[in-house]
């Protein structure tokens, strides 16, 4: 093979591996740790030039994915156990809350693991590839504060 062949060949590959970073990445609203910083939106009152005509509504302006949010106080789920259900294949996100209490919050089967603090949260944004149940605990006192299934 020629130097220019092998040099095509690095090339290839090289991008091969470029684009499948970028496909395989996980989403950028993966956030944990950090403080929700508001924004503001600014919009114009609609304008009609017919007589009778309905204001039309502003254009939808882009927002937060939602997240199932899990809140903690005293080192337990408040209100009990949470139950989050999603479709295997689709984006889970949840936020664990908390004013009072340090841990860090790991999610079993997915093996993924945020710390919480009093005043900030911990978010977790994944493709719920595995099916099955899950339970998200504070790790440092194995107290279950959450409990995520993936339906098929």
């Not at 990445?25 to 503001?40: F, G, I, K, L, Y």
């Not at 009072?100 to 790991?106: I, L, R």
């Amino acid at each position: 093979m020629s130097n220019a062949g092998r040099i095509g060949a690095v090339v290839a590959t090289v991008l091969v591996l470029v684009v499948a970073f970028i496909v395989l990445s996980p989403e950028a609203d993966d956030d944990s740790n950090t403080a929700q910083t508001p924004t503001t939106t600014a919009t114009t009152p609609a304008t009609s030039t017919a007589p009778d005509a309905a204001p039309t509504a502003p254009p939808a302006a882009d927002h937060e994915p939602t997240f199932e949010t899990v809140r903690v106080a005293g080192g337990k789920p408040v209100g009990g156990i949470e139950e989050i259900t999603v479709k295997q294949g689709a984006r889970a996100r949840i936020q664990v809350t908390s004013s009072d209490t340090s841990d860090e919050v790991h999610l079993h089967g997915y093996d993924i693991s945020r710390d919480i603090a009093p005043g900030h949260r911990a978010r977790f944004s994944f493709e719920a590839g595995a099916e099955g149940i899950f339970e998200l605990e504070l790790e440092g006192s194995h107290t279950q504060i959450a409990q995520l299934t993936v339906e098929p």
